[in-house]
């Protein structure tokens, strides 16, 4: 009979903090839902000298990874460390060595997910993610259970809580790009290397994590299409408003009989849509499905007891299933049939933002260009003209065109003499 279930944890940053005193100040309520103790065994870290915001024994803290993934106490592995190595290296270690992982790790999961679940299932070892996307917001479980039985059909998400205050603050306030991105940042919400909110790469890494499960395919970073939000200037926010559109930089895929679009880049959206009203650091998820319907799930999807939430609801799944003797490994059943649609097939409206000279026949060589190329204006305001200059920001609202006609159209707009800049170019999702 086993006295206990091992918890190895893998970092004890911000995560690993949280999970590690969740262990601890819940130990009693988690026994009882686990059906046995929650022990912490052993808690690998790079410095073991470093000064913690959580208390835990010098005795349990290594920097030898095998001190953890070997430990013969240690039931389930806790990945907390990030980024793509070691962590995947460890996470496929514990598996190896009979162990039940759990991770918070996106970029591992979107570049290695079906790799890692494999060798999961071959060695009847659960491999559990829910923190992957959208921290204590429950998605991978609604995704793998409560969905089960639904056709999805597509998914807008805002899955970066970074990008979104940003976004959120420059609306608001009228802020330019630079100064708010400097003020996530000494707010502690941009990431090491903050390409990987601004560009849009994290909720690249969360969108493969959910299209794979909504459309059992798998996926990776590379299929998405991604742009992120450097270009926005504080006066598209201001002609969006005067159209009556947000811009939020959103993750979408959607699937059209087998072919799935799968992309993330600021967007224009109707200001009165439930996404438009998701302010700051806040995530929400919506997916369409044929019958549950519309759904939309909505939360903080960072810190440290956001993740550990998720965390810990997949270390209980697994004790007690433990704790009964029960192998509930998840099959993977693919759907080979789906695949990605290119980009240049995607077909949305589009907002264009050009300075031109202020003179007449200049907006007719304008439309001429996209008329060419089968791309209908639906409006076209003229602004701020600069009378000393004597230029002028024209911007234009187009019906649904291809993605293929309006890059060849964009070029050609670049080389006409009569436009100075295309200064932005952005999709509008209604
Ligand atoms: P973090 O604060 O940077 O902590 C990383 C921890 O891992 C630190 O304790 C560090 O040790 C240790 N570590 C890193 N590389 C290591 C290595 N090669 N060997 C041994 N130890 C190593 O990261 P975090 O914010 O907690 O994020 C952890 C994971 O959770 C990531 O995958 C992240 O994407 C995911 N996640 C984070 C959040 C969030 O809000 N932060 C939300 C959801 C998911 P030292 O302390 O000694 O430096
Ligand atoms: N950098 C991420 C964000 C953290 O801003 O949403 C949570 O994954």
Request: charged letters at 25%.
């Amino acid at each position: 009979m086993k006295k206990d279930i091992g918890i190895g944890l893998l970092g004890l940053g911000t995560v690993g903090s949280g999970v590690a005193e969740v262990l601890v100040t819940r130990a009693d309520s988690l026994a009882e839902q686990a059906g046995l103790s929650l022990i912490l065994k052993k808690v690998l870290v790079r410095d073991v000298n470093k000064r913690r915001s959580v208390k835990v024994s010098t005795n349990l803290l290594t920097s030898h990874p095998e001190e953890v993934l070997s430990h013969p106490e240690v039931d389930i592995v806790i990945e907390l460390i990030g980024g793509e190595h070691p962590a995947k290296e460890y996470i496929e270690q514990a598996i190896t060595n009979g162990r039940y992982v759990v991770t918070a790790n996106k970029e591992v999961m979107a570049k290695h997910g079906y790799e890692l679940l494999s060798l999961a299932g071959k060695h009847n070892a659960d491999l559990r993610y829910e923190a992957s996307v959208g921290s204590g917001i429950p998605l991978i479980s609604s995704f793998q259970q409560d969905l089960a039985a639904n056709k999805i059909s597509a998914i807008h998400a805002i899955l970066n809580g970074t990008t979104n205050y940003i976004l959120t603050r420059m609306a608001q306030e009228g802020l330019d790009f630079a100064s708010t991105l400097k003020q996530a940042q000494e707010l502690g919400y941009v990431e090491t290397d903050p390409a990987n909110d601004i560009e849009g790469i994290d909720a690249a890494y969360k969108l493969v994590i959910l299209s794979n499960l909504a459309f059992r395919s798998k996926f990776v970073p590379q299929d998405v299409y991604r742009e992120g939000i450097s270009n926005i200037a504080a006066r598209d926010f201001l002609y969006a408003k005067e159209f009556g559109y947000a811009i939020k930089l959103l993750a979408i895929a959607k699937r059209a009989d087998d072919k799935v679009e799968m992309r993330v880049h600021p967007v224009f959206i109707p200001q009165d849509s439930q996404l438009a009203k998701v302010d700051g650091v806040y995530n929400a998820v919506e997916v369409e499905t044929d019958l549950a319907g519309k759904l939309v799930f909505y939360g903080e999807g960072a810190g440290a007891l956001r993740a550990s939430s998720a965390v810990m609801a997949d270390v209980l799944a697994i004790a007690r299933n433990i704790y009964r003797g029960v192998n509930n490994v998840p099959e993977l059943r693919l759907n080979q049939r789906v695949t990605v649609k290119p980009m240049s097939e995607v077909t949305t409206r589009y907002y264009l933002r050009l300075n031109a000279p202020d003179r007449p026949c200049v907006l007719a060589q304008i439309s001429q260009v996209l008329g060419d190329n089968s791309i209908s204006i639906s409006s076209v305001i003229q602004k701020e003209s600069d009378l000393a200059a004597q230029t002028a920001i024209i911007v234009i609202m187009t019906y649904p065109a291809e993605e293929k006609g309006i890059q060849k159209a964009l070029k050609q707009l670049r080389q006409l003499p009569v436009v100075n800049e295309v200064s932005n170019f952005i999709r509008v999702e209604v």
